[in-house]
């Protein structure tokens, strides 16, 4: 079957719950064993003292480690992935903290892309940073043989243990070249003391519609499901995704951080993934149409978007390799600066002035003032973060009307 067919009932079977078509909510914290034996064969495998034997199951035992809502949203979410394993949280931060935690320890290298998410790049220059990770910058049109150079001096001495990405990246769309990053890894991989360079990347903006990072060597790929997997704007969670031996031990942290998802919130996200494949659709089909409209205005500067001529060649090749659709994300930028991108965002009507993405409502705000408030002023000069630069999310409403929002919001400027 497809993916979007396994995602109504997949994992779950009415039998188990009176019969019930949808999973009910297991609104527990604690399961009951059926004898004192199975309870300690079921601590002896979750501690791992002991394997599980090929026809033995592990039994449900407390929500922390395990709960029925948990274990269906990560069945699907592995279907739609086309991963071995996945692990889901209570929010995108707690999945990629949690993974990096997992794979980074004190004196180990990070090589990061910029830009990455705020959040995400808070975490890693100020916390990890100060954990005593090495962390090293770079960019989508950063040449290998410059991170290698890099990597040589004594600052970034100790292995590299990580090479972490967004790609598109947030907020410009710049795509990442997935082969040169594998043959970055592999360089690094062959010195002695990097055994275990792990490729992770955030696939919040095309995935797992438009984009399959796995079937291109990334070893772990990370979400914020509260962006498109949710679309409801309703929810705060996360997942990460990849083969059964990466995942298990973020799995195994997961349970000493209590970063889990709560039952309720897989659930609805659980409800969510029912209409993936339409909304994203839908999304991505009105985003090509606001692209036409905003490449003939003549108050904008700019469209960053995947595909369009501007974002250049190597981008559109890479494009062309990667990606199965451009999604429902664009930037663009207006003439002028803050006050021009200001006027526009609070003339519009239809399109909410809000943070987050991928929702099945239209979202506009100013990555300058706003999500990226926290990237130094030289880097977002560098990766084209503008005064005059507007992110905006398409979501499912009629093209026509988000289109004549952004007339009207455009007309005075
Ligand atoms: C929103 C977002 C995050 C953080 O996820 P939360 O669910 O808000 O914790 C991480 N990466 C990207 C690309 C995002 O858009």
């Known amino acids: 079957m497809h993916k979007e067919s396994h995602m109504m009932s997949y994992g779950y079977t009415p039998e188990w719950s009176e019969g019930s078509v949808k999973p009910p909510i297991f ?15 079921f601590f002896e495998v979750a501690y791992g003292k002991s394997e599980l034997n090929a026809k033995e199951e592990i039994g449900l035992i407390y929500s922390r480690l395990n709960n029925p809502n948990m274990q269906i949203l990560e069945e699907r979410l592995a279907i739609l992935e086309g991963s071995e394993s996945s692990a889901a949280f209570e929010s995108g931060m707690s999945a990629i903290s949690t993974t990096m935690l997992t794979y980074l320890k004190p004196g180990d290298v990070l090589i990061y ?11 890693i220059t100020h916390f990890l940073k100060d954990l005593g990770v090495k962390v090293l910058p770079f960019s989508s049109a950063t040449k290998n043989e410059e991170i290698l150079i890099k990597l040589k001096s004594k600052e970034f001495s100790g292995p590299v243990k990580m090479i972490y990405f967004e790609s598109p990246a947030n907020p410009t769309n710049s795509l990442f070249d997935l082969e040169e990053l594998n043959n970055l890894k592999s360089i690094i ?3 002695p003391k990097n055994d275990d360079v792990m490729l992770v990347m955030d696939n919040t903006y095309l995935g797992p519609i438009w984009q399959k990072p796995l079937d291109f060597g990334v070893d772990v790929v990370c979400y914020s499901a509260t962006k498109f997997l949710n679309g409801h704007s309703d929810v705060i969670a996360g997942c990460v995704m990849g083969k059964e031996e990466a995942i298990t031990p973020i799995k195994t942290l997961r349970t000493f951080l209590g970063s889990m998802i709560a039952p309720y919130t897989a659930w609805l996200l659980t409800r969510s993934l029912e209409t993936l494949h339409l909304r994203m659709c839908k999304q991505g089909e009105n985003a090509e149409k606001v692209v036409e409209f905003l490449l003939k205005q003549k108050t904008v500067k700019s469209v960053s978007f995947p595909g369009v001529a501007s974002m250049g060649k190597i981008q559109n090749d890479i494009f062309k390799r990667q990606c199965k659709g451009a999604g429902a994300m664009i930037s663009f930028e207006v003439y002028g600066g803050e006050k021009e991108a200001f006027k526009v965002l609070n003339k519009l009507k239809l399109i909410k002035l809000a943070v987050s993405l991928g929702s099945n409502e239209s979202l506009a705000q100013h990555p300058h003032s706003m999500t990226h408030a926290d990237v130094p002023d030289d880097i977002k000069e560098e990766i084209g973060i503008n005064k005059g630069l507007i992110r905006l999310s398409v979501g499912i409403e009629n093209a026509y009307d988000i ?11």
């Open 27 to 41: 609104q527990t914290s604690t399961f009951v064993f059926k004898t004192a034996e199975e309870g300690k064969r």
């Open 113 to 123: 892309g910029n830009p990455v998410y705020g959040g995400t790049h808070h975490f």
């Open 189 to 191: 991989s062959s010195e």
């Open 403 to 413: 289109i004549d929002d952004l007339k009207q919001a455009l007309k005075d400027i």
